[in-house]
Structures are given as structure tokens and as C-alpha cells.
């Protein structure tokens, strides 16, 4: 069993910056590649961005590209996501999730999809103000 953790969330202005943390536990000796979605009040959850289990391949919503970066720390499931030039549409929370260790690699397909993942953290808010 993966356990994933999110913190990091909070309220900020417009044009500012939040940086999330995701902490994964479990199946000990496993990397696993790792993703973040959001969801807003009254809509789906959308994908955000996803990052494989080395680091090497990393792949962004189009609404995110160039505000927003996710980054890991080599060889430990410790992902981030830094969240710059932040808008009112962002505002949502933020969900950490993670594919089964031993699955396929995440590709440009299927990375965006949140039937590939099967682990999820609890989510935490973010909230940006006009």
C-alpha cells in the first residue's frame, strides 16, 4: 500500500507563488512516478501535472505550462510542484496521486488521465485571490 501525503497549500494573491510537497510512504525500495490533479468546486478533477519515477520525463496540462514546474528529489518519492504567476482559476484543491509501483510507464497517453493512478492523497487547498 502507497500512502501519500500533500502540504504545502494556502491562500495567496494574484501573480504570487505556492510551492506543494508530496511525501510518498509505503512498498519500501519502490520509486514510483507521481502526478498532481485539482479540483474546483463543482467541476472534475483535471489533471495538473505528472512526473515519472527517475525524474527524466515530465508532462504539464497545457493551462499550467510555463507558471508551473513539478520536480522531485532523486532516488525518494518526494515530489513538488512550484506554482508560479498564480490566477483565480487556479484555485482548487490539489491532489496528489501515484500509478502502482510495478505499472507501465507513465507517457504523454496516459499521464493525464486519472484512471492511470491508484493512489490519492487527501488534497490540499489552494486558493488565490483577485
Known amino acids: 500500500q502507497v500512502q501519500l501525503v500533500e502540504s504545502g497549500g494556502g491562500l495567496v494573491q494574484a501573480g504570487g507563488s505556492l510551492r506543494l510537497s508530496c511525501a510518498g510512504s509505503g512498498r519500501a525500495g519502490s520509486i514510483f512516478s507521481m502526478g498532481w490533479f485539482r479540483q474546483a468546486p463543482g467541476k472534475e478533477r483535471e489533471f495538473v501535472a505528472a512526473?515519472?519515477?527517475?525524474?527524466?520525463?515530465?508532462f504539464y496540462a497545457d493551462s499550467v505550462k510555463g507558471r508551473f514546474t513539478i520536480s522531485r528529489e532523486k532516488n525518494k518519492n518526494l515530489m513538488y510542484l512550484q506554482m508560479n504567476s498564480l490566477k483565480p482559476r487556479d484555485t482548487a484543491v490539489y491532489y496528489c496521486?501515484?500509478?502502482?509501483?510495478?505499472?507501465?510507464?507513465?507517457?504523454?497517453?496516459?499521464?493525464?488521465?486519472?484512471?492511470?493512478?491508484?493512489?490519492w492523497g487527501q488534497g490540499t487547498q489552494v486558493t488565490v485571490s483577485s
Open positions: 496521486a501515484a500509478p502502482f509501483p510495478d505499472g507501465p510507464a507513465l507517457t504523454s497517453s496516459n499521464a493525464g488521465s486519472p484512471t492511470r493512478y491508484d493512489y
Open positions: 512526473i515519472s519515477w527517475s525524474g527524466a520525463d515530465t
